[in-house]
């Protein structure tokens, strides 16, 4: 019975384990996004003067990544468990969580296929990008200390 | 008389006077004559700031609406505690199923004291234990700006709570405890106005401590670890540390925290979730200037470390 227990929580350990290099994946995408926002971020807050090219350039890597994620692969079933922020409601409500997705593809795709041309013009993309990352995290992430 | 029986009559008297002082204690106080007359007639315009100060639509406006319908006061969230599962009511401007027939003074009490107009206790998941540190002539600006706000029909659910928390006199002897309108941190004589004002939207209308500060056993917040972090009272997941503490956001310059009030993001670019999406879209609403001045004050309480236990470090089953 001991030896049954035990080599449960070694499977239990190792698919804790295989996930590991998933969850670490996903969340390198995540901050790699937030890198590219910073950009953007800098520019509307005035901490950095505006700049059209550096505008092009982030928002065409950050669609790249966006367009890129696919819920399947970087969201298997009990990868909630471990060193993970991810809420389990994307579990509970994947169709859901897949809309949350297929929005900010669209709000990125739409700002790359036309960079703001102006510090006016980036505001509203900003804002319209920060809106698709906090509607998601606010349902499907979850702080876990 | 036997020993016994004179025992039991003694408790009964004791119960007696026991249950006297209970009803006595638990009675709904109302504000003072003084609070009422600085009420005054009250200004729709300015009550707008305090309107998304309060962060009153994240309870009483339809779960994730956005815009005009934001507005539509018509309750129905749910908010799920160890106690039960709490409802927001209605508080449009409808006469029947909101608040549309209230007097000033009779929101003036419900905000300020969590009595309803017919004298019977609110439960604190309306979070008048910060709404008790606001300024009367704020509470009649608010109620000015919610007269011009829509009526709207509908009756919520009740709540389903557990027992004795669904004895609603019980609430008395809980507020007694907890309910002050005193400041929770105390500043040096002549601190800059701007810290004031900081602390005035932190601890009152933008009861930021309601989530951000552990609670005892009894569900009153812990004013010695004020704004450490708690495990959250709803769901899983914990709210973060906004102290300078261990654990909390004492690297955030009081410009990365305006920053992340009016944006969205944190200091590294990640993006605000959870229940402080609501929470930071109101905040946004407000001036740079109020903005500001709650940074001012969050890098001046005192820091306190985590208020929520460590996260184990390895999540692997341990049993």
């Known amino acids: ?145 | 008389m036997n020993l016994p029986g004179k025992l039991a009559i003694a408790a009964v008297i004791a119960a007696g006077i026991g249950g006297l002082a209970f009803w006595y204690l638990t009675e709904p106080a109302r504000i003072d004559a003084e609070a009422e007359a600085a009420l005054g007639t009250g200004d729709a315009a300015r009550g707008e700031r305090i309107f998304w100060a309060g962060g009153c639509t994240s309870c009483h406006a339809r779960p994730k609406s956005e815009g005009e319908a934001l507005l539509q006061l018509v309750g129905g969230v749910q908010l799920e505690t160890a106690f039960g599962t709490f409802v927001a009511p209605n508080i449009s401007q409808d006469v029947n199923d909101g608040i549309g027939a209230w007097s000033r003074e009779e929101f003036a009490n419900a905000m300020l004291k969590g009595v309803s107009p017919s004298g019977r206790h609110y439960y604190p998941a309306f979070p008048y234990t910060s709404y008790a540190r606001m300024r009367p002539t704020d509470v009649a600006d608010l109620y000015a700006f919610m007269k011009t706000l829509p009526a709207v029909a509908g009756r919520t659910p009740d709540h389903t709570l557990d027992f004795p928390y669904n004895i609603r006199r019980g609430i008395g002897l809980w507020k007694l405890l907890y309910v002050d309108d005193a400041p929770v941190i105390a500043v040096d004589e002549g601190s800059p106005e701007q810290l004031l004002l900081g602390r005035y939207l932190v601890e009152g209308p933008g009861h930021c401590g309601e989530c951000h500060t552990p609670r005892n056993i009894s569900g009153g917040t812990d004013k010695s670890r004020w704004l450490a972090g708690a495990v959250a009272a709803e769901g899983d997941g914990v709210i973060p540390n906004i102290t300078s503490g261990e654990g909390g956001i004492g690297d955030w310059s009081e410009g990365d925290i305006a920053s992340y009030l009016e944006t969205g993001f944190t200091p590294d670019f990640d993006s605000v979730g959870g229940s402080m999406v609501e929470v930071q879209k109101n905040v946004a609403r407000l001036t740079s200037d109020d903005r500001a001045a709650i940074a001012a004050y969050l890098k001046a309480v005192p820091p306190h470390p985590n208020g929520y236990p460590a996260r184990p470090s390895t999540e692997t089953p341990s049993d």
């Open chain 1, 1 to 145: 019975m001991k030896k049954f227990v035990i080599a449960v929580s070694a499977i239990a350990l190792a698919t804790t384990a295989a996930f590991a290099d998933v969850i670490a994946d996903r969340k390198a995408v995540m901050k790699e996004n937030g890198r590219q926002v910073g950009v953007l971020v800098k520019m509307v807050q005035g901490e950095a003067d505006f700049d059209a090219a550096a505008v092009m350039a982030a928002l065409t890597k950050l669609n790249e990544n966006v367009q890129a994620i696919d819920v399947a692969a970087s969201f298997p079933p009990g990868s909630d468990k471990g060193d993970t922020t991810a809420s389990p409601k994307i579990w509970e409500d994947m169709a859901g969580f897949q809309a949350e997705v297929d929005k900010f593809k669209a709000v990125t795709a739409e700002a790359a296929a036309a960079p703001a041309q102006s510090l006016e013009a980036l505001k509203p993309q900003v804002a319209a990008i920060g809106q698709s990352c906090s509607s998601c995290h606010e349902t499907y992430r979850i702080k876990k200390g």
